[in-house]
């Protein structure tokens, strides 16, 4: 399944249909353009009851909350600042009023809490599960160039803004966009930033995305991914008897940033933990004793 979720994307970008405007387009965690009042950026994540939430068991505010939170992560992945986004929504039939209420009112709060307005949307209703599809737009911040996945080099060290795997437990919901700490690692690091990534569908499969499009290889360090694994992937390792080790690197949707920085990641104010290096080619993990395996991408595929 991985191989055709990732065909049919590399499909889409081999189309290059006409963009006038278009600075970059599919490949990255927002499009840009070019617009007379400067960069635009813009993005959607469509979120599906059974999927990505469940309407029978979650907090509904939750509910709301992570449809926005998954749109902040996306800025959060480029450090820019978002401005406003459109949702909408598919209800299912029989939906108690009430529950729609606190959905709103979840994806309300997050969104006050970033400065960022609710501009409008579209509801309907049909006899299926829940739909929510959130559009973000972003701007750059004075001074500041957005980020992309594409920039990463040889002989950079990779770095994660917290603690991976597990995250199905509860922390799916209620994690928070690292919406500061982008802002503070571009701020603190400027050019040394190469690139960046924000870690929805798990961290080998995502830094193999950010290898390909950058044209390189990576080798991450078994003890230091040891070093970054969550309570909850440990939890989890208890429970299913997988390595917490492998929780942290497929499970996805921790929403942690990843980032290829030039040097030390010295940023006042932002926990960054190193994972491994930037190599020439291949995707690696380095194990314990010295022996380099290859690292199969895997994680969360829609």
Not at 128 to 156: C, H, L, N, Q
Not at 181 to 203: K, P, Q, T, V, W
Not at 250 to 266: I, M, Q
Request: hydrophobic fraction near 45%; include cysteine; charge should be negative.
């Amino acid at each position: 399944m991985i191989g055709e979720e990732l065909e049919f994307i590399e499909w889409l970008t081999k189309r290059k249909l006409p963009a006038p405007g278009v600075e970059v387009g599919i490949g990255d965690d927002m499009a840009v353009l070019a617009t007379s009042a400067g960069r635009v950026l813009v993005s959607s994540d469509m979120l599906l009851d059974g999927v990505h939430f469940d309407t029978t068991s979650d907090d509904p505010a939750l509910i709301g909350r992570k449809a926005i939170a998954c749109s902040l992560s996306d800025c959060a992945a480029m450090a820019v600042r978002p401005v406003a986004v459109t949702v909408s929504v598919a209800w299912p039939g029989g939906l108690d009023q009430a529950d729609a209420r606190l959905i709103f009112e979840g994806m309300a709060s997050i969104a006050a809490d970033h400065d960022v307005a609710i501009a409008g949307g579209d509801t309907t209703s049909w006899n299926e599960p829940m739909v929510i599809d959130v559009a973000i737009t972003a701007m750059p911040y004075d001074g500041i160039e957005p980020v992309f996945r594409s920039g990463a080099k040889a002989g950079d060290t990779l770095y994660v803004t917290g603690r991976l795997g597990g995250s199905r437990l509860a922390r799916h919901l209620a994690f928070t966009p690292r919406v500061r700490e982008a802002r503070l690692a571009a701020e603190g690091l400027g050019s040394r930033l190469h690139a960046m990534i924000d870690l929805s569908d798990g961290l080998s499969l995502d830094l193999s995305r950010v290898c390909k499009a950058s044209g390189v290889g990576a080798v991450v360090d078994e003890e230091l991914i040891a070093a970054v694994v969550s309570d909850d992937a440990r939890r989890l390792a208890a429970m299913d008897g997988r390595p917490p080790e492998d929780h942290a690197l497929c499970d996805g949707e921790d929403f942690e940033l990843l980032l290829a920085v030039d040097g030390e990641a010295d940023v006042l104010g932002a926990e960054l933990l190193p994972l491994g290096v930037i190599t020439g080619q291949g995707l690696h993990i380095a194990r314990g004793d010295g022996r380099l395996e290859l690292l199969e991408p895997r994680g969360y595929v829609h």
